[in-house]
Each structure stands twice: as C-alpha cells, then as structure tokens.
C-alpha cells in the first residue's frame, strides 16, 4: 500500500474493466478506492456495456465506496461551482472532482481537461488504452 486513497473517474473504471493494467497497478497498491455516484451513473449508461460487464460492476462496486452528491453541503456546492467556473468543467466532471476534493482522494482519470485543476486539488492521470 502507498497510503494513496483514489477516486475513480468514468474512464478509469471503464479501462479497468477494458484490461488496462496501468489502472490496476495504480488500484492495487492504493489504501482505498471509491467513485462518485455521477461515476457510477455515468457508468452504467456507457453504451458498449455488457450483461458480464455489469455483473462485474456489481461484484466490483461491493469493495468501493460511492460517494453521494449532498444538496445541503455549502462547501461542497462552492467547490462544484469553482470547477465549472474558474477550471471550465462541464457539470459532471465538476460533481467528480469536488468529491475527491471534499473527501480528500486523489482523482484518478485519463481526461485531460482534468489538468487544469492545481492544488490543492488532487488529480493522478494514465495512459488509457
């Protein structure tokens, strides 16, 4: 373990589940693993998934925790704002990234308009395949 903690973008767990084994390394050696539930919806409503690959979601999704999106969190608010306004992300990539921001993971992501965020936001980037 390297004491990292990850918040999985979109892409992440789509190239998990594509082989990637940059991601899995990354996974492998974190403390802890979690998505946003704009990941998980996001997910699920990829067009390329399979009955498999939903069942390997499910089995997946059972080690990780899914944040949800408070309506009544200030801060929370103020950070989605801030990355739509000053960093230019469309909505659901904001939602992601105040979550990790928030919780205080590190996003892992292979999208990169994510490289406009700087600390103290968190963002670990891979090769997709």
Do not use: C
Not at 110 to 119: N, P, T, Y
Request: glycine content about 4%; aromatic content about 10%; cysteine-free.
């Amino acid at each position: 373990m390297n004491g990292e903690r990850y918040l999985l973008d979109t892409n992440a767990v789509i190239q998990l589940f594509g082989g990637n084994r940059a991601v899995e390394q990354v996974l492998n050696m974190s403390d802890s693993v979690a998505m946003s539930v704009v990941t998980e919806f996001e997910f699920l409503s990829y067009p390329a998934l399979t009955d498999a690959d939903r069942r390997q979601y499910q089995a997946f999704r059972a080690y990780l925790h899914v944040y949800d999106v408070p309506s009544d969190d200030e801060i929370f608010t103020q950070m989605i704002v801030s990355a739509r306004q000053r960093h230019g992300l469309k909505l659901p990539d904001a939602i992601i990234a105040a979550t990790a921001r928030k919780n205080n993971l590190t996003l892992l992501t292979a999208d990169d308009h994510f490289k406009k965020l700087k600390s103290p936001w968190k963002v670990r980037f891979y090769k997709p395949i």
